[in-house]
């Protein structure tokens, strides 16, 4: 299996509560996070782009490092990692994500993907006169397929001509290009989310419990056969590893019990108005109620392995073993101290 960490390019890494850190995104912090994932034999970190906070006493994801600036940052800072950073379509033209990954490949020497973004939560885009209107919640994977054949032109000619309802690009130049094929991951959740995986991407992040995940990788698995294609599947899990199960299940609760209300109430105001179904914003809204396992909404919806470093390896191996996914990506309460402590006490434990 292969192992990612979710950098903490925005307020709180993703844990609206204030029962883990509260702190400001910092290029240093998620620097330091990537030489030490780096150092542990991790195999790529992924840094996420939010337009607009959700607020409360935490001011949870009220800033975030822009993407592709930190992840060339990181880029020259490190020297084998994978880089994914991540690209909200409504918020740039292809020509010029095209001509950033460019960058960040010659950079890092060819260790850029990029991962797809569509945008369900409308208030980012809305604030700067970038939402295509309500429509655009069920077109967004329509609109993404198209956006990824132009990069992918662009990438393999150095230029594209593409005429369409969304876009218009005229012999578009766009050198130099990259030297690797760029890996490309989306994390849709929906049904149309997994559908462009199975259909153009490469590898799909899912973000969902374990027994949602066994499901989830046989629908993608089949999506992907029916499209004559395989995708390489990864889950998102928070980690919270300590001397003993008792002391992780404790830190968990704690993240419960003082989870920022205010931002959870203003990310299912988000969530409540996508139109389109199955996906993450369901997840969120299903979060209130949810265990720390499958997901409390305390720590965004995404389930939590926690336990004693021993009983968190025992129970990577069964998820991997059960589910048959290719890779974990991960985020921790304290980052550095996660991505340590996961390289010493709990990779070497693992089968
Ligand atoms: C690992 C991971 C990374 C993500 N990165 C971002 C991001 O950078 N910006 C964002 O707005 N949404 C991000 N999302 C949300 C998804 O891209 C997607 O929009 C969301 O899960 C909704 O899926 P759906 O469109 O299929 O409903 C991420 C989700 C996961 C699991």
């Not at 690209?87 to 292809?94: D, E, R, V």
């Not at 462009?196 to 027994?211: C, H, I, N, R, S």
Request: glycine share 10%; aromatic share 10%; proline share 4%.
């Amino acid at each position: 299996m292969k192992f990612g960490v979710f950098l903490p390019n925005g307020s709180n890494g993703y844990i609206p509560s204030a029962g883990s850190p509260v702190y400001l995104p910092t290029f240093e912090h998620n620097k330091q996070i990537s030489i030490e994932a780096e150092r542990q034999g991790l195999d790529f970190v992924l840094s996420m782009m939010k337009f607009r906070g959700f607020g409360g006493e935490t001011g949870y994801w009220d800033a975030c490092l822009e993407s592709f600036t930190l992840m060339a940052a990181i880029a020259a800072a490190t020297e084998k990692i994978g880089l994914f950073p991540s690209i909200s379509l409504l918020s740039q033209h292809p020509a010029y994500v095209a001509r950033m990954v460019a960058t960040i490949d010659d950079i890092s020497g060819g260790r850029c993907g990029l991962n797809i973004v569509t945008g369900w939560n409308k208030a980012e885009y809305e604030q700067m006169g970038l939402w295509r209107g309500d429509d655009y919640y069920v077109e967004r994977y329509e609109y993404a397929a198209e956006y990824l054949s132009i990069l992918r032109q662009l990438w393999r000619d150095g230029t594209a001509t593409h005429k369409s309802k969304y876009f218009d690009l005229d012999d578009c130049s766009c050198l130099p290009r990259p030297q690797v094929e760029i890996p490309i991951v989306c994390a849709g959740q929906s049904p149309r989310g997994k559908q462009f995986v199975a259909d153009v991407a490469d590898q799909q992040f899912v973000m969902t419990d374990v027994k949602k995940l066994k499901e989830s990788v046989v629908d993608i698995n089949e999506r992907a056969a029916k499209a004559g294609r395989k995708v390489g599947i990864y889950a998102l899990f928070h980690m919270i590893a300590s001397d003993t199960d008792a002391q992780a299940t404790r830190i968990g609760e704690d993240i419960i019990a003082k989870a920022d209300n205010g931002a959870l109430q203003n990310i299912l105001a988000s969530a409540n108005l996508d139109t389109n179904t199955g996906g993450t914003s369901d997840q969120l809204k299903a979060g209130l109620n949810q265990t720390i396992d499958d997901g409390n909404l305390a720590f965004m919806g995404i389930p939590v392995i926690h336990g004693s470093f021993a009983t968190v390896a025992e129970k990577i191996d069964q998820i991997g073993e059960e589910t048959g996914i290719d890779g974990m990506l991960f985020s921790w309460p304290d980052f550095v101290g996660g991505v340590r402590d996961f390289g010493e006490r709990i990779k070497p434990r693992l089968a």
